[in-house]
């Protein structure tokens, strides 16, 4: 999981700072993540899935379809 999110960020040329500052939180935090130091907590990866516009399972490592689940009503 935690090397997902790195390479979902590279890919998007984002720095760390970027991202600490789209969720609210110390780029040293953000790091932690990525670095796997820290859990992450489920609203940040909630908001990481939106950012990216894929699905929690994705990050999580749990399927390697990277298209979000649609929507339900």
Do not use: N
Request: net charge positive; charged share 30%; hydrophobic share 30%.
């Amino acid at each position: 999981m935690y090397r997902r999110i790195r390479d979902l960020r590279e890919d998007s040329d984002l720095l760390q700072r970027d991202l600490a500052s789209y969720l609210q939180c110390s780029q040293v935090s953000y790091s932690h993540y990525e670095l796997g130091k820290r859990d992450i907590p489920t609203d940040v990866l909630i908001r990481l899935a939106a950012f990216y516009h894929t699905s929690i399972d994705y990050l999580l490592g749990l399927t390697d379809v990277q298209k979000p689940y649609p929507r339900t009503k």
